[in-house]
């Protein structure tokens, strides 16, 4: 579970990247419950190995199954998602509904709200990597078809997301 939830902050770092696709969920059901190990701060390298360049998102609980999360923190052009977590074919997806942004505010009636992160723990055990929904097998897809492309055992889930980013959680502040 430790996992899990370390790739749902991962995710939404991937996510906020390439953008929301659908109007409506993905998924309806079938979401894990919250674990407070993914609640923080999480960081990706920076570009090209530059430290300046760092992205960071904020993760918190907001009840026993869905998360707030915040990307890219601390800058103008920050997301705020509801994110949920879920197992598909064994494999650990989030589920994003954008909330708001700082730039745009509320998003507008009808707009694409949904996206999909696919998270797995990354070699070593010294983060998580997340790939985002967007890749070629989902250009013209509704929800419904990616949905059913995802729990169809002989889909190549590599042309459906698009590159990794590797997070690593930071330490919170001591008191």
Not at 106 to 121: C, D, I, M, Q, S
Not at 150 to 156: A, F, I, Q, Y
Request: proline share 4%; hydrophobic share 40%; aromatic share 8%.
């Amino acid at each position: 579970m430790k996992t899990l939830n370390r790739v749902l902050v991962v995710a939404v770092v991937v996510c906020s990247l390439t953008g929301c696709l659908f109007q409506e969920p993905v998924f309806k059901e079938g979401f894990a419950r919250i674990d407070p190990d993914l609640n923080g701060v999480w960081a990706a390298d920076g570009k090209d190995g530059d430290p300046r360049k760092m992205e960071f998102a904020v993760c918190a609980a907001l009840d026993d199954d869905r998360y707030v999360l915040n990307h890219p923190s601390a800058e103008k052009g920050a997301l705020f998602y509801e994110a949920r977590l879920l197992k598909v074919r064994d494999r650990t997806l989030l589920q994003l509904r954008l909330l708001a942004s700082f730039n745009d505010g509320l998003p507008k009636a009808g707009a694409e709200r949904y996206t999909l992160a696919w998270v797995e723990k990354a070699p070593g055990g010294s983060g998580m990597t997340v790939r985002s929904l967007g890749g070629d097998g989902v250009k013209e897809k509704g929800a419904a078809e990616v949905k059913r492309l995802l729990e169809t055992p002989s889909t190549d889930w590599n042309s459906l997301f698009g590159e990794t980013t590797v997070l690593k959680k930071l330490q919170d502040k001591a008191d």
